[in-house]
T-cell receptor, first 114, second 115 residues
Framework: DAGVTQSPTHLIKTRGQQVTLRCSPK?????VSWYQQALGQGPQFIFQ???????QRGNFPDRFSGHQFPNYSSELNVNALLLGDSALYLC?????????????FGPGTRLLVL | TQLLEQSPQFLSIQEGENLTVYCNSS?????LQWYRQEPGEGPVLLVT?????EVKKLKRLTFQFGDARKDSSLHITAAQPGDTGLYLC???????????????FGQGTTLQVKP
């Protein structure tokens, strides 16, 4: 049973560029959440997708956008990258329909903005 | 804004010692989860506590949820080098829409256990 997978594992971009990160949820899960984790900090909630729609959003600017596909996989897009966007981006999935609260995290994508 | 404060932020102890990590908030959470994260990896769930006053044990780890569901603690007995890592508590928003899954994380406690 494959867990949550994310790609790429590492990414280096320059300021002003755009980036797309990808996530495949755990088998049987239909809800995907994205988190940003700065070095030495706890993860911060960006947004959550269910039924291909953004259902809840954290305190992040519109430069952060996402998408969920019919197969439940998801993308996180960040436009006009800033140095402060350098972080570990985590994807977590959960089975919303069964109302289980447990979220399973992927290994993350390490983004470095130069 | 709901916040979770963890203490201490850093802990370096010798193998065999006991330790307690605290997670406190002024807000009520419907549940609280503890995760452990190793470098280069995502957080791995250790336990979920739901009921006020609940105590759960996982081998040498004991987790407690406060009676008012505002705080939690993690106690490790006879720590081992393999316990080294970042420990995160995360609360689930009580008043969010049903099962939206938004987790509010503490800033984490970095534990180093020296052999």
């Amino acid at each position: 049973d494959a867990g949550v997978t994310q790609s790429p594992t590492h990414l280096i971009k320059t300021r002003g560029q755009q980036v797309t990160l990808r996530c495949s949820p755990k088998s049987g899960h239909d809800t995907v959440s994205w988190y940003q984790q700065a070095l030495g900090q706890g993860p911060q909630f960006i947004f959550q997708y269910y039924e291909e729609e953004e259902r809840q959003r954290g305190n992040f600017p519109d430069r952060f956008s996402g998408h969920q596909f019919p197969n439940y996989s998801s993308e996180l897009n960040v436009n006009a990258l800033l140095l402060g966007d350098s972080a570990l981006y985590l994807c977590a999935s959960s089975p919303l329909r069964t109302k289980q609260e447990t979220q399973y995290f992927g290994p993350g994508t390490r983004l470095l903005v130069l | 804004t709901q916040l979770l404060e963890q203490s201490p932020q850093f802990l370096s102890i010798q193998e065999g010692e006991n330790l307690t990590v605290y997670c406190n908030s002024s807000s009520v959470f419907s549940s609280l989860q503890w995760y452990r994260q190793e470098p280069g990896e995502g957080p791995v769930l250790l336990v979920t506590v739901v009921t006020g006053g609940e105590v759960k044990k996982l081998k040498r780890l004991t987790f407690q949820f406060g009676d008012a569901r505002k705080d939690s603690s993690l106690h490790i007995t006879a720590a081992q080098p393999g316990d080294t890592g970042l420990y995160l508590c995360a609360g689930r928003n009580l008043h969010g829409s049903s099962n939206t899954g938004k987790l509010i994380f503490g800033q984490g406690t970095t534990l180093q256990v020296k052999p």
